[in-house]
């Protein structure tokens, strides 16, 4: 069993920055891909970044040059910095993992499942 916790979203003024953060506990695996997906209100669910257990990060190209994934992996944790955010970043963040090396956009390829967290962002 494997639980995520997100946090740090909020209220921000477009320009504005905030860091999320996702904290694993239970099993952890050797091999994996952590993503972020984001799913604003009457969307569908879509990718924005991922990291793979090697390191490798890839991004949407709507948030490349303004967000950036990093993990400290003695806490379990990644995080999302997100800079010069935009009213149309406005979502619900979630974190999953997927339980391979393979990396894939997907959500419906991975695993486990954080409750997400609210950023909304005012223009």
């Known amino acids: 069993q494997v639980q995520l916790v997100e946090s740090g979203g909020g209220l921000v003024q477009a320009g504005g920055s905030l860091r999320l953060s996702c904290a694993a506990s239970g099993r952890t695996f050797s091999n994996y891909v952590m993503a972020w997906f984001r799913q604003a209100p009457g969307k569908e669910r879509e990718y924005v970044a991922a990291?793979?257990?090697?390191?490798?990060?890839y991004y949407r190209d709507s948030v490349k040059g303004r967000f950036t994934l990093s993990r400290d992996n003695a806490k379990n944790t990644v995080y999302l910095q997100m800079n010069s955010l935009k009213p149309e970043d406005t979502a619900v963040y979630y974190c999953?993992?997927?339980?391979?090396?393979?990396?894939?956009?997907?959500?419906?390829?991975?695993?486990?499942w954080g409750q997400g967290t609210q950023v909304t962002v005012s223009s």
């Open positions: 990291i793979r257990w090697s390191g490798s990060t």
């Open positions: 999953a993992i997927r339980r391979s090396s393979a990396y894939t956009e997907g959500p419906d390829e991975y695993d486990y």
